[in-house]
């Protein structure tokens, strides 16, 4: 019994110096070790403090003149905003004075148009109401007309109407005497006492037989003159 209690005892203290040595072996051999390794840590620490210590001048230098160059970019960039927007200005303040200019020459042509349309206008109403058809010529017995035709009457007397239209148309006539004598026996081949010995030529003016002949009677613009053969031109 003795001798199993020694082996226990031996036992144990070789278990607590096995323990004991590795205790410090931990203790002695690793934490070198780990020394190292958080030197080597501090080491490469130091190193890149240094590098950025170095590095850093340049670094912040390169960056000022970075920013130097970005706002002189920017203000440069204003500057050609605003001489753009200038020239903008400017060219858009000549092209709205060209087209005002142009939209007043626009309206002046226009308007120049319309006047001379509406002159045109009264001048062909002035000329329809001039050369309104103011002399005719008929046959009252076959009831055919022979003419009929615009004439000034202005101041004229009705022979010299008759004459001057009887000329433009063409038509033959025969006319005896002269001036204010002047008398009409013929007109396109219609004969006095043609068709009876009281059948001739009679002028009206505006309706009415004068008590004239037609070398005296004055005529004026607005009058219609009508020269009819007739059976009886006596009554």
């Avoid at 433009?168 to 010995?197: H, L």
Wanted: hydrophobic letters at 30%; a positive charge.
């Amino acid at each position: 019994m003795k001798k199993k209690i020694r082996l226990i005892i031996v036992m144990v203290a070789l278990c607590v110096s096995v323990i004991l040595g590795v205790k410090y072996y931990q203790t002695n051999i690793s934490e070198p070790k780990n020394n190292k390794k958080t030197d080597i840590v501090l080491e490469n620490a130091q190193v890149k403090e240094k590098e950025e210590k170095t590095v850093d001048p340049s670094n912040s230098e390169i960056k000022h003149e970075e920013k130097q160059e970005d706002k002189k970019a920017v203000v440069e960039n204003k500057k050609s905003i605003k001489s753009e927007d200038e020239h903008n200005s400017k060219n858009g303040s000549s092209t709205s004075s060209k087209q005002q200019s142009s939209n007043t020459l626009i309206k002046q042509t226009s308007k120049k148009e319309t006047d001379s349309k509406q002159a045109g206008s009264k001048e062909t109403n002035n000329k329809e109401v001039q050369q309104i058809k103011n002399v005719l010529i008929k046959d009252e017995v076959s009831g055919k007309v022979i003419g009929n035709i615009y004439c000034n009457l202005d101041n004229r007397s009705a022979a010299d109407v008759t004459i001057d239209v009887l000329n433009k148309m063409g038509i033959r006539y025969k006319a005896v005497g002269s001036g204010e004598t002047i008398y009409f026996s013929s007109i396109n081949g219609i004969k006095e006492r043609s068709q009876g010995p009281l059948s001739g030529w009679c002028y009206y003016v505006n309706g009415s037989k004068p008590s004239v002949g037609a070398g005296l009677y004055k005529l004026k613009n607005g009058d219609k003159v009508q020269w009819v053969f007739k059976k009886d031109g006596v009554n």
